[in-house]
């Protein structure tokens, strides 16, 4: 039986919500709901984050500039539970006004800088330290231009093919298979271009890639969205494995991704080093 069919009114009105894991949050309204401040540690850099590929990037940023020898690097991360709405804090919302996470406080300076969205942050992050982005040339061109397709993909990833696969409150063909079809499209282009380069951007590792294991890991390791590695048959798509296998190994991709996340075998919250080392100890 076909879908069935919707007639756009002629102005939307949002008067209700409309279904879904996290329909109780969504609103098509911006700014604080509530007064809160955010946590201080006692580091540098405050990032207030969530473990989902977008906020692993950042977590693993930080956890490969650490294994790297930047000891400046070092962060305290503090979890905000998205579904609690932790995000629409006054406090959060004067550090990212798109109440998204990652965000990220960089009190090294003195005064705060700000900084929010997760490549913009890889970027930051890269530039202060000079590590993982080229410094010029077309190794930096090819490096940025990798970042920011992965920046322009991770929606239809996560908001397209995500939502209506896993997320919303009925199954429909007609967005599934749309969205699937753009999700192989770009398992596809990844693919193609890890044929002729060991990494996104060359043959150095750098925040291109780590920007993009933060989704297209959990599709390679088949975490993503209950069976969608199987529905998606990334299996087939063996240069893309290569690299997501070769990039999963690294110390600093396993350290940063189990931060911010509640259960076993992750850290909730991370001050030291020491508290993923007692983590990683038990598994």
Known sequence: ???????????WTWDQPNGGQFASINRPTAGARFDKELPRGQHPFQLHSLGTPNGQKVTIMFEEL?????????????????????????????????????????????????????????FYLAEKFGAF?????????????????????APLLGGGFGHFYAYAPEKY?????????????????????????????????????IASYGWLGGFVRGDAYGDAATFLDVASYTNLVRWGEDVGAREGVRRGRIVNRK??????????AADIDAVLAAA
């Open 1 to 11: 039986m076909a879908d069935p069919t919707y007639t756009p009114p002629k102005v």
């Open 66 to 122: 650490l294994a790297a020898g930047y000891s400046d690097a070092e962060y305290d991360a503090w979890m905000v539970s998205i579904a609690d709405g932790d995000q629409f804090s006054s406090g959060f919302v004067s550090v990212n006004p798109n109440s998204k996470i990652p965000a990220l406080l960089d009190y090294s300076q003195g005064e705060p800088v700000r900084v929010f969205e997760s490549g913009a942050i890889l």
């Open 133 to 153: 982005l080229p410094s010029s040339g077309p190794q930096r061109a090819e490096c940025m231009s990798w970042l920011m397709w992965q920046m322009g993909t």
């Open 173 to 209: 063909q007609y967005p599934i298979d749309r969205y699937a079809m753009e999700a192989k499209r770009i398992f596809d282009v990844a693919d193609k271009r890890l044929a002729e380069t060991r990494y996104l951007a060359g043959d150095d590792y750098t925040i291109a890639d």
């Open 263 to 272: 259960g076993d075998g992750f850290v909730a919250e991370r001050h030291s």
